[in-house]
């Protein structure tokens, strides 16, 4: 096993929670929580520096019940979140020799561990070191944190399908965690694109360099504008919804080519059935010692 670069703590700080809620409702700041033991094998100890706190955490922390919790990891008491950026701090015996302790990695714990409660939201956790990577040199360790989840959600959009330089692609909610990263990939393979936002966010989703912004709360009905303005040769071969908007899929003919794909990545059905986290408790200060902002990452301090 590599050598302890620094003194490890016994106990440290933790976001909690041991029973099912919003997480106003039943995270607790436990300062306490024992810190996990050295790592075995090819498993990484890492300092979390930020988290980045993601909508899916509320459906686990709403639905999961505390007992499978207790039967998945023996302890009641759970951990929330599972996307990171922090610092090696040991390495298992058998880690690969580029993540040596001091080395900046990011992440996103197994779902089981997720499940079990075993979560990110504290300042030292286990991770697979097949389950991260190195932190890029041009890149920040709060960049690097909501990368994992929202991130690789949109890469996994483009998957399916092959968006080359000139295809006209429409990224439907495009200001958010899944839709900033969307644009940017879209761009980034020489698309045409065309991103629907609320004019709030028109000045965020221009400076990614699309090619045009379409309010779509001031334009009622959607499709119907769509279908006006993309309809025939305008049409669209590619449309990318983070949204779910059923009537974009609906009327798609009017603005999609005949061959073209329309891909979706919402959740929001889940969501539905599970308590609302109100907008004002999303993207807030965590709590004493902590700053967290939805896929932008939490700091322990
Ligand atoms: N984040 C993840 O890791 C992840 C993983 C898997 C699946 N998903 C799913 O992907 C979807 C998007 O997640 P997210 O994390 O990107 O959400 P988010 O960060 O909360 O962003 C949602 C965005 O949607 C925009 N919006 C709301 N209603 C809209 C509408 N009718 N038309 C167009 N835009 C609208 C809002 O933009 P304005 O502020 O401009 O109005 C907001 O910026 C969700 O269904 C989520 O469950 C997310």
């Given at each position: 096993?590599?050598?302890?670069?620094?003194?490890?703590?016994?106990?440290?700080?933790?976001?909690?929670?041991?029973?099912?809620?919003?997480?106003?409702?039943?995270?607790?700041?436990?300062?306490?929580?024992?810190?996990?033991?050295?790592?075995?094998?090819?498993?990484?100890?890492?300092?979390?520096?930020?988290?980045g706190?993601n909508?899916?955490?509320?459906?686990?922390?709403?639905?999961?019940?505390?007992?499978?919790?207790?039967?998945?990891?023996?302890?009641?008491?759970?951990?929330?979140?599972g996307e990171?950026?922090?610092?090696?701090?040991?390495?298992?015996?058998?880690?690969?020799?580029?993540?040596?302790?001091?080395?900046?990695?990011?992440?996103n714990?197994?779902?089981?561990?997720?499940?079990?409660?075993?979560?990110?939201?504290?300042?030292?956790?286990?991770?697979?070191?097949?389950?991260?990577?190195?932190?890029?040199?041009?890149?920040?360790?709060?960049?690097?944190?909501?990368?994992s989840g929202a991130g690789q959600t949109?890469?996994?959009?483009?998957?399916?399908?092959?968006?080359?330089?000139?295809?006209?692609?429409?990224?439907?909610?495009?200001?958010?965690?899944?839709?900033?990263?969307?644009?940017?990939?879209?761009?980034?393979?020489?698309?045409?694109?065309?991103?629907?936002?609320?004019?709030?966010?028109?000045?965020?989703?221009?400076?990614?360099?699309?090619?045009?912004?379409?309010?779509?709360?001031?334009?009622?009905?959607?499709?119907?504008?769509?279908?006006?303005?993309?309809?025939?040769?305008?049409?669209?071969?590619?449309?990318?919804?983070?949204?779910?908007?059923?009537?974009?899929?609906?009327?798609?003919?009017?603005?999609?080519?005949?061959?073209?794909?329309?891909?979706?990545?919402?959740?929001?059905?889940?969501?539905?059935?599970?308590?609302?986290?109100?907008?004002?408790?999303?993207?807030?200060?965590?709590?004493?010692?902590?700053?967290?902002?939805?896929?932008?990452?939490?700091?322990?301090?």
């Amino acid at each position: 096993m590599s050598k302890d670069p620094t003194p490890q703590p016994h106990t440290m700080r933790a976001w909690t929670f041991s029973c099912r809620g919003l997480p106003k409702d039943v995270l607790k700041l436990d300062y306490t929580h024992p810190v996990p033991p050295p790592p075995t094998k090819g498993d990484l100890l890492i300092r979390v520096s930020y988290v980045g706190l993601n909508p899916g955490c509320v459906i686990n922390m709403s639905f999961i019940p505390p007992f499978l919790r207790r039967f998945l990891s023996g302890n009641p008491t759970a951990i929330p979140e599972g996307e990171f950026a922090g610092v090696v701090h040991l390495a298992g015996p058998s880690a690969p020799p580029n993540f040596s302790p001091g080395t900046r990695v990011f992440g996103n714990i197994p779902m089981m561990r997720l499940i079990a409660g075993l979560g990110t939201l504290a300042e030292y956790i286990i991770m697979p070191s097949s389950g991260v990577a190195v932190v890029p040199a041009s890149m920040s360790l709060v960049e690097a944190s909501g990368l994992s989840g929202a991130g690789q959600t949109a890469m996994d959009m483009f998957l399916p399908i092959r968006v080359k330089e000139g295809h006209r692609v429409l990224v439907n909610g495009s200001s958010g965690g899944v839709g900033i990263m969307a644009v940017q990939i879209a761009k980034a393979k020489g698309a045409y694109v065309v991103a629907t936002c609320s004019e709030a966010s028109f000045e965020l989703v221009k400076s990614l360099g699309v090619d045009e912004v379409v309010d779509y709360r001031a334009n009622v009905p959607l499709h119907a504008h769509l279908a006006d303005k993309y309809g025939g040769k305008n049409s669209f071969d590619f449309i990318l919804d983070t949204i779910g908007t059923q009537d974009l899929f609906t009327y798609s003919p009017s603005y999609l080519k005949p061959e073209g794909q329309l891909i979706n990545v919402d959740t929001s059905h889940l969501r539905r059935s599970s308590p609302r986290l109100p907008d004002d408790q999303r993207g807030t200060n965590g709590g004493e010692g902590c700053e967290f902002s939805t896929n932008g990452g939490g700091r322990n301090a």
